[in-house]
């Protein structure tokens, strides 16, 4: 009997525009970044694959005054490296508890963005900051938030022959952020939660209030409105703003349905850690 085995082409640009013009060619192609994920999950072979991390511009960090510029090429222990004066707190917490060491050095921030899992651990405090990613293709360059990128579990935005080159983050005066995990239980369903926060005092108000909070399907849950309730509300918050906050959020909860946080012990934490992070407030001094 004769098998007939399938020939896989791989490509390694080492420049942007070589990229560009082989994922014009082959729209199809794997892109494979520090394939952590590719190789857990890949259940056939490719036509062509492009492998990502020979190309300079995508290794790049640039540290400009208003945001940080990360390559998607560019590794967790890299964006670690960097240490917790640079990176923004929720993102460094999230990277720093992510993986074990092995993969930290594979896993890139890229990856991880395109993935679009539940269980990719930067999209909520990408979320929290703000951030937007560039994408590139041969007909141009555009740019989209995190959050509009990601579409749910496992669905970007990202069109055949396009890449995503750049995440930039927005620098801002943060006084108090916080991050928690909950790490996924399996059984009935599987659930996982992500909590970001991040708060701006301005003498004895509240500036501007951020809370960003990771499950299974939505991705990532974020209401204006809800953090719009107490923004220019005066410190020390009354028990009453904080309930009337909380009441609302578990509302929010209700409305993103079930498949949001299938664990009810994942729903309770989220409730928690809003009240904590708004109690935590009042014995702030900015
Ligand atoms: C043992 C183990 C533990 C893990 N633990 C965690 C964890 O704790 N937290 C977590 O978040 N993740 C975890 N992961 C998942 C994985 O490591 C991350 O999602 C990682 O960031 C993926 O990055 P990568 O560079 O390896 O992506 P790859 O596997 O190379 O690619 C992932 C997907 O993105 C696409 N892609 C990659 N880069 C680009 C780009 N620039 N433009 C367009 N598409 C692109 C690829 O084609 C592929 O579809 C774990 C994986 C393993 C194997």
């Known amino acids: 009997m004769k098998s007939v085995l399938k020939q896989t082409n791989i490509y390694v640009p080492t420049s942007l525009r070589e990229l560009s013009m082989l994922c014009q060619q082959f729209p199809d192609a794997l892109l494979f970044a520090g394939g952590t994920h590719i190789m857990r999950s890949a259940q056939t072979t490719p036509g062509s694959i492009i492998s990502l991390n020979k190309i300079k511009d995508l290794l790049k960090i640039?540290?400009?005054?208003?945001?940080?510029?990360?390559?998607?090429?560019?590794?967790?222990?890299?964006?670690?490296?960097?240490?917790?004066?640079?990176?923004?707190?929720?993102?460094?917490?999230?990277?720093?508890?992510?993986?074990?060491?092995?993969?930290?050095?594979?896993?890139?921030?890229?990856?991880?963005?395109?993935?679009?899992?539940?269980?990719?651990?930067?999209?909520?405090?990408?979320?929290?900051?703000?951030?937007?990613?560039?994408?590139?293709?041969?007909?141009?360059?555009?740019?989209?938030?995190?959050?509009?990128?990601?579409?749910?579990?496992?669905?970007?935005?990202?069109?055949?022959?396009e890449f995503v080159s750049t995440v930039r983050i927005p620098f801002e005066e943060w006084d108090i952020q916080s991050f928690l995990k909950l790490d996924i239980t399996p059984s009935p369903k599987p659930s996982i939660l992500k909590c970001a926060a991040a708060v701006k005092i301005s003498k004895t108000s509240i500036n501007d209030l951020r809370m960003v909070f990771g499950g299974v399907e939505p991705i990532i849950l974020r209401s204006r409105e809800l953090e719009g309730i107490l923004i220019g509300n005066k410190l020390p918050l009354q028990n009453k703003s904080m309930d009337f906050f909380c009441s609302e959020f578990t509302k929010l909860l209700d409305s993103a349905g079930s498949d949001f946080l299938p664990n009810p012990y994942h729903t309770r934490t989220a409730i928690r850690f809003a009240r904590h992070f708004l109690s935590s407030l009042n014995s702030t001094n900015p």
């Open 62 to 161: 640039r540290r400009k005054e208003t945001y940080l510029d990360i390559g998607s090429c560019v590794t967790f222990s890299r964006i670690v490296s960097l240490g917790a004066h640079v990176v923004p707190t929720a993102l460094f917490k999230a990277l720093s508890e992510a993986v074990t060491p092995s993969i930290m050095n594979l896993a890139t921030i890229g990856g991880n963005i395109c993935t679009a899992s539940y269980t990719s651990d930067v999209l909520t405090p990408l979320a929290l900051y703000d951030a937007k990613i560039e994408i590139r293709s041969s007909s141009g360059i555009h740019w989209l938030p995190v959050m509009r990128f990601v579409q749910g579990n496992g669905r970007t935005l990202l069109k055949a022959g």
